[in-house]
């Protein structure tokens, strides 16, 4: 297996840092090109599903490597985990194998692989393939981006028979049912092959799911087709989809306005455009999750090394004025690192409510004056929107401001190469992977991460002692003591205030309803057509 995926091959496939973050993934809005469709009378055909997705389609279509919402929602039309999990509900259900796991604390699960089964290629799927897959996951020589989701807890992956694995635990760990999903299955007899690997960032896709790629073109679209041989439990439902990619809000729009659309859904709609989709007789509804925009400090630049310094920084922003005007109302203050509505959320022991005086009097406390601060930001349009309100708020306590935003990769790139950093205004939504805690937090929060190397923190006392925390939380069987120590993790999380969300958001999606049902808005980036029908 390759050992060479560099930081800067992480970052530009991935879009992601530490545990796959969201950031180049969404907001690779910056490099999509203009959309060819290639289907004439998209909007008329029955047998195609005509979708807009609002992110750049020129990242990593390895599953084990991406974190681009485009490839993401693409694969899981194109592969299955041994588990999977519905896209709304995010609950477990059984994909290649024939059932679920029936002790959710034992310390191994064995699995036995759907009858018939095939690659897109003809091939059976077998458990050499099972077993290829998640050596490569665990390999820390491969260091795949999923890895840090499963090895903490999996121990390894054996086979049986041809038909059948064991997964061997590290210690019971109820939330690995959700977690396989994570894992898509990939044919050995394709991947093993060298250069293969290369192959698959750039677009080849060889599953077991309902669909097989038809066509990619990474700055315009990706075609599926339906896989005559699926024998799974939820087959395609149309016989062809094509997937486009338009990150001009504007283009994006018109594909699916008026009667005559091209499309039939399209993503991340914009806040602005809600209530004219509305009136034209469009669904447009929101899915409410981790979607955030959190502000990362160099803790290795005085005065951001003083926890005061991040915390008035953080009270001093008038966070409803933002909701207000950058997010029409489509946005919560943030009151933990997890979003409100998520089981595990509780208010922190330090809630950022909008506190000028009380951010001066913190920045006087930590002898700080006259502070000039350079925010670096994504220019993805809704936090670009968003960094005026900031600005201001910290005008307003005699913070002088100047604003940055640019190019996602252009700005990882600078961090990637070490270069000086004060601020930096971003996007995440680790919910594309799953909705646990543990999940959640070491997307950003894990030990020898990017985004800990970027803001400094990792190798510090407090950085070791959160990572601790979070392990303790991860090993603990019993369910109410989990969460008592994931509350005391966050409330960590929140008063170190290193890389800690101002609000979250709501993500917006748009359907015809005349043309398109069994479909929802997700609160992750993507969509997910596998129950859609074409009306």
Not at 147 to 174: H, Q, Y
Request: negative net charge; hydrophobic residues 40%; proline residues 5%.
């Amino acid at each position: 297996m390759s050992s060479d995926f560099s930081r800067r091959d992480f970052l530009r496939y991935s879009g992601a840092t530490g545990a796959a973050a969201f950031i180049a993934a969404t907001l690779s809005a910056c490099s999509g090109g203009p959309a060819s469709t290639g289907s004439v009378g998209a909007g008329t055909n029955k047998d195609l599903i005509t979708a807009v997705i609002g992110y750049g389609n020129d990242q990593s279509w390895d599953p084990t490597q991406t974190a681009s919402a485009f490839a993401m929602a693409g694969i899981s039309h194109v592969y299955e985990g041994l588990l999977d999990t519905d896209p709304i509900t995010r609950e477990p259900y059984a994909a290649l194998a024939t059932e679920l796991p029936s002790d959710l604390d034992a310390t191994s699960w064995n699995f036995t692989l759907r009858e018939g089964a095939t690659w897109h290629d003809g091939k059976p799927v077998t458990a050499d393939d099972v077993v290829f897959t998640f050596e490569r996951v665990l390999d820390p020589e491969a260091n795949v981006l999923i890895g840090n989701f499963f090895r903490s807890w999996l121990k390894e992956v054996k086979k049986i028979d041809d038909r059948n694995v064991e997964l061997v635990f590290t210690f019971p760990f109820a939330d690995a049912a959700p977690r396989l999903t994570i894992a898509k299955i990939m044919p050995k007899h394709v991947f093993s092959q060298a250069g293969a690997w290369d192959q698959a960032k750039g677009g080849k896709a060889v599953g077991s799911g309902p669909y097989k790629l038809a066509a990619h073109n990474p700055k315009s679209n990706t075609s599926f087709e339906a896989y005559d041989g699926y024998n799974g439990p939820r087959p395609a439902t149309v016989k062809k989809m094509n997937w486009l990619t338009i990150v001009d809000a504007a283009a994006r729009v018109a594909k699916i306005s008026g009667g005559s659309a091209e499309a039939q859904i399209a993503d991340n709609i914009p806040y602005a455009n809600v209530d004219q989709l509305k009136q034209q007789g469009l669904t447009v509804e929101g899915g409410k999750g981790m979607n955030h925009m959190f502000l990362m400090f160099n803790t290795e630049a005085k005065p951001f090394d003083d926890v005061r310094v991040r915390q008035a920084l953080h009270y001093a922003i008038d966070k409803q004025k933002m909701i207000d005007v950058a997010l029409k109302g489509h946005g919560t203050a943030s009151s933990s690192f997890l979003n409100e509505g998520h089981p595990d959320h509780k208010r922190a022991s330090v809630v950022y409510d909008y506190d000028p005086d009380k951010a001066k009097a913190l920045l006087k406390e930590a002898g700080v004056s006259d502070l000039t601060v350079n925010l670096m930001a994504v220019n993805v349009s809704w936090i670009a929107d968003c960094l005026p309100t900031i600005a201001a708020s910290w005008e307003a306590v005699g913070i002088k401001t100047t604003l940055e935003p640019q190019d996602t990769a252009a700005l990882f790139t600078k961090m990637d190469q070490d270069q000086d950093y004060q601020v930096v205004a971003a996007a995440s939504n680790p919910n594309q992977f799953g909705m646990d805690a543990d999940l959640i937090c070491r997307y950003n929060f894990v030990k020898g991460g990017l985004w800990m190397k970027y803001a400094g923190y990792d190798g510090s006392k407090d950085a070791d002692a959160l990572f601790a925390l979070m392990d303790e939380a991860t090993k603990e069987p019993d369910k109410e003591k989990k969460k008592a120590t994931v509350h005391r993790y966050l409330d960590m999380i929140a008063e170190q205030a290193v890389l800690y969300p101002v609000v979250h958001t709501e993500l917006m999606t748009a359907w015809d309803a005349k043309k398109l049902s069994g479909v929802e808005a997700q609160p992750y980036p993507g969509i997910n057509l596998l129950q859609a029908k074409r009306t």
